[in-house]
């Protein structure tokens, strides 16, 4: 996602996501999905969803999942370093009336070096790059390594203290969640053939919050599907409700701004990108007006640990 605009909404996204990843009701629905079939987890959380009469799930409950959640992202993110991929980013810029006017394409390679998350263009507007372009590119992926590999002992203890306090914080915004919002168990659905919890979440009245960054909370509402064996998000759907102000001049985020994530299990051992699709209306500097449809797939999917079997669950589409 390139704008500012985008990485707003991401980082509600970002935050959900992580609370998605434990809300799993213990025990079995009453009427699964048809055809869906989910394995056995390994583990399960210590805690147990009872929702109310209406669906409803308490504060507190939320937040032990929250807590949980935290544990299991944390595994996720260590083995989807091992894995490479190919991201396609197609951005349709809108007109007024909400017609097409122009439409933009790059295809990148995602890959993991020294643990640091690094794209490499490899197309544009579906198009291979020129020679020259390609150059750059690798050029640009060589100076990571040798920065990374180069890097002194005090600068790399100094990067990954603010990798944890980074971390600390994104913890503390999420935790909040569980106070920002009241949530509702509506069903079950099969996605990819699992079958998952399908979970609301609205802003809770009266809420107030407690971190600067939380504050952009109330302006959302979402909808979250959760694998029911193994407590992972496979989708999520985010609108904006209200219009979000980024600093004084910076940005303003209108009402009715979406975004719709989804997930994938691969080689039945971690969870990948599979679809995001953000809708956005917004201006910049209270000037230039913002109205993009952008779509990401992801695919082809490889181990690339020279221990372990390469392999590809993606195809091209």
Request: proline fraction near 4%.
């Amino acid at each position: 996602m390139r704008s500012c605009l985008c990485v707003l909404l991401a980082l509600v996204v970002s935050a959900l996501l992580v609370f998605a990843q434990e809300v799993l009701a213990q025990e079995q629905a009453p009427n699964d999905a048809p055809g869906a079939t989910s394995p056995q987890p390994a583990s399960v959380p210590p805690i147990k969803l009872e929702p109310d009469a209406s669906g409803r799930v308490s504060q507190e409950q939320f937040r032990e999942l929250l807590r949980y959640a935290q544990d299991r992202e944390v595994e996720n993110e260590k083995r989807l370093r091992d894995y490479t991929y190919i991201e396609r980013e197609e951005v349709r810029k809108l007109d007024g009336e909400g017609r097409v006017k122009k439409v933009e394409t790059w295809t990148r390679e995602v890959l993991e070096v020294y643990g640091e998350p690094v794209e490499r263009l490899i197309s544009k507007g579906d198009k291979p790059l020129s020679a020259e372009e390609a150059k750059k590119e690798e050029e640009k992926i060589q100076k990571v390594i040798d920065k990374r590999k180069n890097e002194p002992e005090s600068d790399r203890r100094k990067r990954l203290e603010k990798e944890e306090k980074e971390r600390e914080e994104a913890r503390k915004f999420v935790l909040e969640i569980a106070d920002a919002f009241n949530f509702r168990l509506v069903g079950s659905e099969a996605l990819d053939g699992r079958a998952t919890w399908v979970i609301e979440g609205e802003p809770r009245a009266g809420y107030h919050a407690k971190e600067r960054g939380t504050r952009i909370l109330s302006k959302f509402k979402g909808r979250v599907w959760i694998d029911k064996a193994e407590g992972q998000w496979v989708k999520l759907d985010i609108t904006a409700i209200d219009t979000i102000s980024i600093g004084w001049f910076l940005a303003r985020v209108h009402k009715g701004s979406r975004i719709v994530a989804e997930q994938t299990k691969v080689n039945d051992e971690v969870w990948l990108p599979k679809h995001v699709a953000v809708q956005v209306d917004a201006r910049l500097a209270l000037v230039k007006s913002v109205n993009e449809d952008i779509e990401q797939t992801f695919r082809d999917y490889k181990k690339f640990r020279a221990d372990t079997k390469i392999t590809v669950v993606g195809e091209s589409h």
